[in-house]
């Protein structure tokens, strides 16, 4: 069978508003939007969920978190890509059709394969969740759930299966500033930052590009997840949030606007100083 995948880019989902449904359109078994290269993510998520409103809520906020998502609509496709490369860590509805949640858990556990698996089931029974944990799978879940401990016991899978999953940093530093990417900390010479969400992302963002120069369109694909320029000013504002955050109170700049280019995180030198391209 031809699978045709793409990835959802980290940060190309917003939360419903309060009391609106998330009502689309049948979803094809495979779903996945393709990141530029130069748009990374934390770690890749496959969903296997066959109901579109709960994936896209779910999928939605994996990717505000920094993941990448890889969506299955049905347990054969889900199978499939479990039994693939590169898969960090898997959520899995326990009723799904074709190939039952259950099934899957053993199939992938049978073909030796430890990625850590998150069973979601409406089913929250003392027996319905021993049965789940007995075939393999890591944790339970049961509907409904906060997502904020859907992300929570993601992070955790993530931590205890590390040696297992592909290997990725868990902390950028630059110039005294330094994250945390599991605990989602930031702080600057010892001094803890309190950052939003979006804050976050950008910074990451930033991180792993720094002392070079980002555009704006670089910014606005990898952060917010658009390919073309909505003609606001919602880059600008973040930046000076980040900039007052990250640099109030210290006696050198990190954050710079680049005039023409873009932005730049480091601290500048002005005796080497090569390219604009560079800070």
Same mark, same amino acid.
């Given at each position: 069978?031809?699978?045709?995948?793409?990835?959802?880019?980290?940060?190309?989902?917003?939360?419903?508003?309060?009391?609106?449904?998330?009502?689309?359109? *049948?979803?094809?078994?495979?779903?996945? *939007?393709?990141?530029?290269?130069?748009?990374?993510?934390? *770690?890749?998520?496959?969903?296997?969920?066959? $109901?579109?409103?709960?994936?896209?809520?779910?999928?939605?906020?994996?990717?505000?978190?920094?993941?990448?998502?890889?969506?299955?609509?049905?347990?054969?496709?889900?199978?499939?890509?479990?039994?693939?490369?590169?898969?960090?860590?898997?959520?899995? $509805?326990?009723?799904?059709?074709?190939?039952?949640?259950?099934?899957? /858990?053993?199939?992938?556990?049978?073909?030796?394969?430890?990625?850590?698996?998150?069973?979601?089931?409406?089913?929250?029974?003392?027996?319905?969740?021993?049965?789940?944990?007995?075939?393999?799978?890591?944790?339970?879940?049961?509907?409904?759930?906060?997502?904020?401990?859907?992300?929570?016991? /993601?992070?955790?899978?993530?931590?205890?299966?590390?040696?297992?999953?592909?290997?990725?940093?868990?902390?950028?530093? *630059?110039?005294?500033?330094?994250?945390?990417?599991?605990?989602?900390? /930031?702080?600057?010479?010892?001094?803890?930052? $309190?950052?939003?969400?979006?804050?976050?992302?950008?910074?990451?963002?930033?991180?792993?590009?720094?002392?070079?120069? /980002?555009?704006?369109?670089?910014?606005?694909?990898?952060?917010?997840?658009?390919?073309?320029?909505?003609?606001?000013?919602?880059?600008?504002?973040?930046?000076?949030?980040?900039?007052?955050?990250?640099?109030?109170?210290? $006696?050198?700049?990190?954050?710079?606007?680049?005039? #023409?280019? #873009?932005?730049?995180?480091?601290?500048?030198?002005?005796?080497?100083?090569?390219?604009?391209?560079?800070?």
């Amino acid at each position: 069978m031809t699978i045709g995948a793409c990835m959802i880019r980290p940060s190309a989902f917003v939360e419903p508003e309060r009391g609106k449904s998330m009502i689309g359109t *049948a979803a094809p078994a495979f779903s996945l *939007a393709r990141p530029a290269a130069h748009c990374e993510a934390r *770690a890749k998520i496959l969903l296997v969920e066959d $109901d579109d409103s709960t994936a896209d809520y779910i999928g939605r906020a994996l990717g505000e978190a920094g993941f990448a998502v890889l969506r299955a609509a049905d347990g054969r496709a889900g199978l499939e890509l479990a039994l693939g490369p590169d898969v960090d860590a898997i959520i899995l $509805d326990r009723v799904v059709d074709h190939v039952g949640g259950i099934a899957l /858990v053993k199939a992938v556990r049978a073909a030796r394969i430890p990625t850590p698996i998150l069973l979601l089931s409406a089913i929250s029974s003392t027996d319905e969740r021993v049965s789940g944990l007995n075939a393999g799978s890591d944790d339970y879940l049961a509907k409904p759930f906060a997502i904020s401990e859907l992300l929570a016991r /993601v992070e955790a899978l993530l931590r205890r299966g590390g040696s297992n999953s592909r290997s990725e940093e868990t902390r950028l530093g *630059a110039d005294g500033l330094t994250i945390d990417l599991l605990t989602r900390t /930031v702080e600057r010479d010892g001094l803890e930052i $309190d950052l939003s969400r979006r804050e976050f992302a950008l910074l990451e963002y930033l991180m792993r590009h720094a002392h070079e120069t /980002v555009t704006r369109a670089m910014l606005l694909e990898c952060v917010w997840g658009l390919r073309f320029d909505p003609q606001t000013n919602v880059i600008e504002v973040h930046i000076s949030r980040l900039r007052q955050k990250i640099d109030r109170g210290f $006696d050198r700049s990190l954050l710079h606007t680049i005039k #023409g280019e #873009g932005y730049c995180l480091g601290a500048i030198d002005s005796a080497d100083r090569s390219s604009s391209r560079r800070c």
